[in-house]
C-alpha cells in the first residue's frame, strides 16, 4: 500500500526538499503540494492523501485552522496531519494537536527521521519521537487550560490498565514498548490502546497525550512509571 503525502508549506525550498526525499521510497508518494492552509483543504479533499505534512505558518489560511478544517470534515476522517514547526518558538503546534493533528517534526528532521515519521502515522501507531514529545508538550501544557480543570477528565471510566497504558502512551511509547513493558503481545497493546482512545473520545494517540498532559495524569520531567 503507497502512502500518499500533501504537502503544506509556502517555502518551496521546503516542499522540494521534502518531495525529493519523500518520492524515492517505494511506498510513498507526494500527490500535491499546496502553498497556504487554504489551498491545502481543498487538495485534501481532492488528492486523496494519506498524510499532510503542515506548516503553521503559512499566508491567507494558517495551518492551524487548516487543520482544525480537515479533521472536522467527516469524509476525510482517515487523513492525518503532522505539523511541521520549529521546536524552540512554535507555541501553536500544541493547539493544532488539541485540533487534532496527529505529531510534529521539526524542519530540519534528518531524512530517515521524516521517512519513519510518515509511515508511523500513516499506520496509526505512534507519536514519533517521545523525547520531542515529552519536551514540546510538557513545555506547553504543564498547566491544564483554564475551561478545563484538572480533575473534569473522565479517566474515571478507564480500568486500571487502561490508565497504565494512557500514562505510556503519553510519554511517548510504542505498542511494541508498551507490549515489552507490561509483558504482553503487541495486538493486546493495540487493543487497549485503542479501547482508551474510544473511551475518551478522541481520534488518536496524539490526542490522548494532549489530554493526559493536559489533566495532570503525567507532567513535565516525569518519565514513564
Do not use: C, W
Not at 75 to 96: H, Q, S
Not at 135 to 154: C, K, M, N, T, V
Not at 199 to 221: E, M, S
Amino acid at each position: 500500500m503507497t502512502v500518499r503525502v500533501l504537502l503544506a508549506d509556502d517555502q518551496a525550498l521546503i516542499r522540494g526538499g521534502f518531495r525529493l526525499i519523500l518520492d524515492t521510497e517505494p511506498d510513498i508518494e507526494v500527490v500535491a503540494e499546496a502553498v497556504n492552509g487554504r489551498e491545502a483543504v481543498d487538495l485534501a479533499r481532492t488528492a486523496r492523501a494519506d498524510v499532510v505534512l503542515m506548516d503553521i505558518r503559512m499566508p491567507t489560511m494558517d495551518g492551524l485552522e487548516a487543520t482544525r478544517r480537515i479533521v472536522a470534515d467527516d469524509n476525510l476522517a482517515g487523513v492525518r496531519i503532522l505539523i511541521l514547526t520549529t521546536f524552540d518558538n512554535d507555541d501553536n503546534v500544541v493547539k493544532a494537536l488539541r485540533a487534532g493533528a496527529a505529531g510534529f517534526l521539526g524542519k530540519n528532521v534528518e531524512p530517515a527521521e521524516l521517512v519513519r515519521a510518515v509511515r508511523t502515522v500513516a499506520a496509526g501507531e505512534a507519536l514519533l519521537s517521545p523525547k520531542a514529545t515529552r519536551a514540546l508538550i510538557g513545555r506547553f501544557l504543564s498547566q491544564p487550560e483554564p475551561s478545563e480543570p484538572a480533575d473534569s477528565a473522565p479517566f474515571d471510566t478507564l480500568t486500571d490498565r487502561e490508565r497504565e497504558i494512557l500514562t505510556l502512551v503519553a510519554h511517548g511509547l510504542s505498542n511494541d514498548d508498551i507490549a515489552e513493558r507490561l509483558y504482553v503481545s503487541p495486538l493486546t497493546a493495540k487493543t487497549h490502546v485503542n479501547r482508551t482512545m474510544t473511551k475518551l473520545a478522541v481520534r488518536d494517540r496524539a490526542q490522548l497525550v494532549v489530554l493526559a498532559y493536559q489533566h495532570g495524569l503525567v507532567r513535565p520531567g516525569d518519565g514513564p512509571p
